[in-house]
């Protein structure tokens, strides 16, 4: 018996959605309405007006391209582990935070915890559990498909759907946000990506007569990074939210995240609101609301093969000595300076199951159907040349400071090679 599909829901990227019955009832949740009050791109509306898109449409499309692959790959995948992974891709996004990846480093610093963990307690605890157990599906074992972490032995391909160098999760972002932005870098054949897709040794792989689709993922993901996830004056906007954040901390109770019932009834609006209240943070809210915005008064792109070199850029000790060094410089407070770097390297790949951050599994068909292993790295040109860390480092400071922060900016991080950031 094929699946049933309830009703449908219609998405600006691929048309229609259909939904089954258990999907309905997930949707209908809390937690995933919720995700419709959490953008995706906080503060890239700064810049592009109409990047007001949520968590929720990302996770819709997320969902439709998990069954378009799950049903697409030659594996013999039951109704019943097709729909598994259509809800586990649902669900990927369920433990985002208000203003999605920018509390992320808060909770960190107090709870240990990330996005990532937070979906698999919802999952696990929160009425989506009970949902999914009357529906007969294992909310611990979709709580673990969602983040990528199932871990099911020989079909490891499961996760990796979910969560790997060239998941559903970044075909959609990709895709969606720029159709949002428009800023029209996030342009590539999804569909074809998709159908080409296969199992080798357990693992997602493509087919080689796809590279060019593979190589217009991957360099939408690069340009798409540059254009709107880095973006100078959105990043600027984010700055400003996480200072407010961080000012606000003790007296709008943050510390009430670890609860999952707090952390639930949280959404942008909810703590847009706090922040404006709050005496310490509303300062920095009322600049933003009348855009008055950092701005950026340095700016240098690091290029290095080797991981060290980003891994001492992200680190917040280093960051905190090379503030201190340029805000003496330019005789202001620390306060006055705003260092950003990405916090993870950024081209264009993290969390990638075990591969290097371009190390795409590849085949080409044999003879026979057999399937040979290819290095993405020694088949494509484009691959070998973006292969490297790009760090954009940038200066930040309140517009009046702009030409003095430059100024020691340039003294402190201009002229010296990056090597000697390893000094701090």
């Known amino acids: ?65 998990a069954g378009a692959l799950a049903e697409s790959l030659p594996v013999g995948l039951s109704e019943s582990e097709i729909q598994e992974v259509r809800l586990a891709a649902l669900l990927h996004d369920v433990g985002h935070a208000p203003f999605s990846h920018l509390l992320e480093p808060i909770l960190m610093k107090y709870f240990n915890v990330n996005h990532e963990v937070m979906t698999k307690r919802i999952v696990a605890e929160s009425e989506l559990a009970d949902i999914l157990e009357k529906r007969g599906f294992d909310a611990e074992e979709l709580s673990k498909l969602a983040i990528g972490e199932l871990c099911e032995p020989n079909r490891r391909f499961l996760d990796q759907i979910i969560r790997s160098s060239i998941d559903v999760d970044k075909m959609d972002f990709l895709v969606r946000d720029s159709y949002h932005t428009g800023a029209g870098y996030g342009y590539f054949d999804v569909f074809r990506l998709i159908y080409t897709m296969d199992v ?182 484009v691959i070998s040349v973006l292969k490297t860390f790009m760090n954009i480092v940038r200066i930040y400071s309140p517009e009046p400071h702009r030409d003095s922060v430059g100024r020691a900016a340039e003294k402190v991080l201009g002229t010296p090679p990056l090597s000697s950031v390893v000094s701090y």
């Open 1 to 65: 018996m094929g699946r049933v599909y309830w009703s449908f829901i219609k998405d600006p990227i691929y048309g229609y959605i259909r939904i089954t019955e258990v999907e309905r009832d997930v949707i209908d949740s809390l937690p995933v309405q919720r995700l419709r009050r959490i953008r995706q791109l906080s503060g890239a509306e700064y810049v592009y007006p109409a990047a007001n898109h949520t968590r929720f449409e990302h996770s819709l499309g997320t969902m439709f391209l």
């Open 200 to 381: 080798l040794d357990d693992k997602l792989s493509v087919d080689l007569t796809a590279l060019p689709t593979l190589e217009a993922f991957i360099l939408a993901r690069f340009e798409s990074f540059r254009a709107i996830y880095f973006h100078k004056t959105s990043r600027a906007a984010q700055l400003m939210l996480l200072k407010a954040m961080e000012r606000a901390t003790e007296e709008i109770g943050l510390m009430g995240f670890g609860e999952l019932d707090r952390y639930l009834a949280a959404d942008d609006a909810s703590l847009w609101a706090a922040l404006c209240k709050c005496e310490a943070s509303a300062p920095i809210m009322e600049d933003l609301k009348r855009r008055r915005l950092l701005k950026c008064a340095y700016e240098r792109t690091f290029f290095a093969e080797d991981e060290l070199i980003s891994s001492i850029l992200t680190n917040e000790g280093v960051r905190a000595k090379v503030r201190e060094e340029i805000a003496q410089e330019a005789g202001l407070s620390p306060d006055d300076v705003y260092i950003d770097v990405p916090t993870l390297p950024s081209v264009p790949y993290n969390r990638a199951m075990e591969l290097g951050p371009m190390e795409i599994p590849l085949f080409i068909r044999a003879k026979g159907g057999r399937k040979i292993a290819k290095s993405l790295s020694e088949v494509s040109k």
